[in-house]
């Protein structure tokens, strides 16, 4: 013979109320008996009709994107539209990479030829001031011992 304890609400409230450290513990082998306890009691059909419906949810939410193969369970092969989609993305990212890839080459070679140009022009501007250096020291050489030889004769 077994203990039946009833309490309603106002009954179990009036409970804890009277004893602050008053707490209610169940194990989890006792829910877990209890709910196994109903499940099994529920008729094989409903739970046939639950799991169909969870799979049918399943399949639904697959479906734009794949299909469920009859190889292996829960193997999806993808539609031609996602499979497409996939690929388009790729190969923009590849495009978006390899322009980005590109203009960074073009951009360091575009340095690199500056720098060896800036060098140029420097020492071409180097070498043209030694030349004009070089005319007019020499003709200002040139005139003065020319002066110096013409105050020399005269």
């Known amino acids: 013979m077994g203990i039946e304890i009833k309490l309603d609400t106002a009954a179990l409230s009036s409970l804890i109320d009277s004893d602050p450290e008053f707490k209610i513990k169940v194990q989890t082998a006792v829910i877990a008996n209890i709910a196994s306890k109903y499940i099994r009691s529920v008729e094989p059909d409903v739970v046939s009709a639950i799991n169909q419906v969870a799979q049918d949810c399943r399949k639904a939410a697959v479906r734009p994107f794949a299909e469920y193969t009859d190889k292996y369970p829960y193997t999806l092969k993808l539609s031609?539209?996602?499979?497409?989609?996939?690929?388009?993305?790729?190969?923009?990212?590849?495009?978006?990479?390899?322009?980005?890839?590109?203009?960074?080459?073009?951009?360091?070679?575009?340095?690199?030829?500056?720098?060896i140009l800036q060098k140029s022009v420097d020492m071409e501007v180097e070498l043209s001031m030694k030349r004009y250096t070089n005319e007019v020291v020499g003709q200002m050489i040139k005139d003065r011992v020319n002066k110096a030889m013409e105050a020399m004769k005269g």
């Not at 031609?80 to 388009?88: N, V």
């Not at 993305?89 to 030829?113: C, D, G, P, S, W």
């Open 80 to 115: 031609d539209s996602t499979r497409e989609h996939i690929k388009s993305l790729v190969a923009t990212e590849v495009k978006r990479e390899y322009e980005t890839i590109v203009h960074e080459m073009i951009e360091a070679q575009f340095a690199n030829k500056m720098k």
